[in-house]
């Protein structure tokens, strides 16, 4: 097995494991990169049917790119789509800076969408590569009635067995990419042919690394047009992946209390 076989190998066994011990269950559908190869991998884990509903947490400030690709890909994938909205920014934390809390709506939006469906499990596409708060996750990671993520005390993981207690009115976040990293993605994305956005690949010099908000994200500099192309800028970039996401050039501070209160 090389790389990559092992990261899939890993991830099958995790999805696997959280629809076996986690129901009801779903899946986190953003529509990016990370996302899109979860979903790959779940159809691959279940002989090509995806068992449970993925769920799309919309702010309806998405590019308008990502709602065609939902609408296309929940058909060829014949997936079950569970939409969720998020409350107006004007309900947020007015102390959090003005990017995060316009990402705090996800956070209320998610923890609706838990109550409203008495998620046991929701599986989720972060990896610890993508931020420091990220990289203090577990696989299987659970929140509290209040939704909230005890960063301090996190069950051990040991020979991958993981933990998953079942108190009223908790929920677990299974991440199955949190081992990945960004380039491993992109290879993967090529070996397997995934259907991506068309705003990972360069138009007129500038591509997103990252998709978010229409309002809160921005292209980088790059001539990478083509999966290939993508791989080999990795290869030798120092830009962050989310660079050009406005919430991670505010304060440490504010991304970490998004998290700890329920944020992905």
């Given at each position: 097995m090389d790389h990559l076989d092992q990261l899939e190998a890993q991830s099958v066994f995790i999805l696997r494991e959280a629809y076996r011990k986690l129901k009801p269950l779903t899946m986190l559908w953003s529509l990016g990169k990370d996302s899109?190869?979860?979903v790959w991998l779940a159809r691959k884990a279940f002989m090509g049917r995806v068992p449970f509903p993925v769920m799309h947490v919309d702010t309806g400030k998405k590019f308008p790119e990502m709602y065609a690709f939902r609408d296309e890909y929940t058909k060829k994938w014949n997936l079950d789509l569970l939409l969720g909205y998020c409350p107006p920014v004007e309900e947020m934390?007015?102390?959090?800076?003005?990017?995060?809390?316009?990402a705090a709506r996800k956070t209320v939006g998610l923890a609706n969408m838990i109550e409203a469906n008495k998620l046991q499990g929701v599986i989720a596409g972060i990896r610890r590569d993508e931020q420091g708060t990220r990289a203090k996750e577990r696989v299987f990671s659970p929140r509290g009635a209040s939704h909230k993520w005890d960063i301090r005390n996190q069950p051990p993981e040991f020979w991958d067995q993981y933990a998953t207690p079942h108190e009223e009115g908790m929920h677990i976040r299974v991440h199955p990419l949190l081992s990945w990293r960004e380039i491993d993605i992109w290879r993967y994305v090529e070996r397997e042919n995934i259907p991506l956005v068309d705003l990972y690949f360069s138009k007129e010099g500038k591509r997103y690394r990252s998709l978010g908000d229409s309002d809160i994200t921005s292209p980088v500099e790059s001539n990478a047009s083509t999966v290939a192309e993508v791989i080999a800028e990795l290869?030798?970039?120092k830009t962050s992946e989310r660079a050009g996401r406005a919430m991670d050039h505010e304060s440490e501070d504010a991304f970490e209390r998004l998290r700890v209160a329920g944020y992905l």
């Amino acid at each position: 097995m090389d790389h990559l076989d092992q990261l899939e190998a890993q991830s099958v066994f995790i999805l696997r494991e959280a629809y076996r011990k986690l129901k009801p269950l779903t899946m986190l559908w953003s529509l990016g990169k990370d996302s899109n190869v979860m979903v790959w991998l779940a159809r691959k884990a279940f002989m090509g049917r995806v068992p449970f509903p993925v769920m799309h947490v919309d702010t309806g400030k998405k590019f308008p790119e990502m709602y065609a690709f939902r609408d296309e890909y929940t058909k060829k994938w014949n997936l079950d789509l569970l939409l969720g909205y998020c409350p107006p920014v004007e309900e947020m934390d007015p102390t959090l800076p003005p990017a995060a809390r316009s990402a705090a709506r996800k956070t209320v939006g998610l923890a609706n969408m838990i109550e409203a469906n008495k998620l046991q499990g929701v599986i989720a596409g972060i990896r610890r590569d993508e931020q420091g708060t990220r990289a203090k996750e577990r696989v299987f990671s659970p929140r509290g009635a209040s939704h909230k993520w005890d960063i301090r005390n996190q069950p051990p993981e040991f020979w991958d067995q993981y933990a998953t207690p079942h108190e009223e009115g908790m929920h677990i976040r299974v991440h199955p990419l949190l081992s990945w990293r960004e380039i491993d993605i992109w290879r993967y994305v090529e070996r397997e042919n995934i259907p991506l956005v068309d705003l990972y690949f360069s138009k007129e010099g500038k591509r997103y690394r990252s998709l978010g908000d229409s309002d809160i994200t921005s292209p980088v500099e790059s001539n990478a047009s083509t999966v290939a192309e993508v791989i080999a800028e990795l290869e030798t970039t120092k830009t962050s992946e989310r660079a050009g996401r406005a919430m991670d050039h505010e304060s440490e501070d504010a991304f970490e209390r998004l998290r700890v209160a329920g944020y992905l």
